[in-house]
């Protein structure tokens, strides 16, 4: 099993940029990936970012590309994704997920078996 915790959402003008980790846990070693997606209200979860554990590849949803990046802190078994450059439309609740095996549809919430509780993220125009 692993163990996944959110951190680091809250409220943020337009513009500005915030931070939010993901801390895993357990069988870390069994990770091949790891992703972020984000939850507006009304809408189906959606993939962000990706971060592919030991190759250190990363992915991006067209609409971040540029403001946001992925990165891992491998002593500390955490991802991070830090947004610059926040929009009201990137409000949403944060989740990160996480992969045991590759897969061609890394974008689909059905490729991660793991799962955090979410951390929320508003951006005010």
């Known amino acids: 099993q692993v163990q996944l915790v959110e951190s680091g959402g809250g409220l943020v003008q337009a513009g500005g940029s915030l931070r939010v980790s993901c801390a895993a846990s357990?069988?870390?070693?069994?990770?091949?990936?790891m992703g972020w997606f984000r939850q507006a209200p009304g809408k189906e979860r959606e993939f962000v970012a990706r971060?592919?554990?030991?190759?250190?590849?990363?992915n991006y949803e067209d609409s971040v590309k540029g403001r946001f990046t992925i990165s891992r802190d491998n002593a500390r078994n955490t991802v991070y994704l830090q947004m610059n450059s926040l929009k009201p439309e990137d409000t949403a609740v944060y989740y990160c997920g996480a992969a045991s095996t590759y897969s061609g549809t890394y974008r689909n919430v059905a490729s991660y078996g793991y799962w955090g509780q979410g951390t929320q993220v508003t951006v005010s125009s």
């Open positions: 357990g069988r870390t070693l069994s990770i091949y990936s």
């Open positions: 971060f592919v554990w030991n190759s250190g590849i990363t």
